[in-house]
């Protein structure tokens, strides 16, 4: 079964690549401030006030999730390997995941507070300090016995529920409507409910449970997490994008 499902699994995230790499590096002709961005996927109009720090924040995001798609390619590539390859594989893939997470925030927090400098230093040193951390106890030897594992889970946690300060401060600080648009709300909420929902499926082992040898290749449930993990990347690209609108025609002058 360990071979089956890591004979497609990364095929998964390969799928996934090649559109972000496509979208990072294909130039085309639209109207779209980003250029390499085809505006038939997503509108990205150009304001007076563009600049290179739009395009580093698109870019953070894009080089992030590819990174995360790139590190659990290469663990579901060799873990079949051997023990010491696997668990080198393995903090790859947590190293990944925390990178796309990090890259994530930075744009909300950006354009969410792009008139606010305070809570937004604040928020970004935040997700860094959380963001080191997790790296640190996803790399570090030391932190992979059993009696570190439940502090490796209260880290990454702590880390995902981190996302929910900005927001929440937002929501108390310019109210609920006004918040929608600065952070790309509903978008971010499609993006918890995409991984979550992945999520459950991978831990019921749905559909594989109901019919046992019929989803070894193709369909079974981690492979179905890999595919809301891509859909939800993308809902994140798009609050990203109505968070950089709402910046630019309303939050600046």
Known sequence: ???????S????????????????????????????????IVSIPKFENTN????????LFFFGFMTCLSCSAVF???????LKVANMGNSIDYAGIVVLVITSMIGIIYYGYI???????????????FGVSCLITSLRPEFKS???????ALMFIAFGLSALLPIGYGIYRYGFEASVHR???WYVVGEGVGYITGAVLYALRIPERFRPGKFDIWGHSHQIFHVFVVLSAFSHFRGLVESYITAHTTLMP
């Open 1 to 7: 079964m360990g071979q089956c499902l890591h004979t």
């Open 9 to 40: 699994g990364p095929w998964n995230f390969n799928a996934g690549c090649p559109f972000f790499f496509y979208v990072l590096f294909r130039r085309v002709n639209n109207d779209n401030f980003i250029g390499f961005i085809p505006s038939a």
């Open 52 to 59: 290179g720090t739009d395009k580093l924040i698109f870019g």
């Open 76 to 82: 579901h590539t060799i873990k079949v390997h051997s």
């Open 115 to 129: 008139d606010s400098p305070i809570p937004r230093f604040i928020f970004l040193a935040i997700t860094f300090l």
């Open 146 to 152: 059993n009696e570190w594992r439940p502090f490796r």
């Open 183 to 185: 952070c790309g709300f």
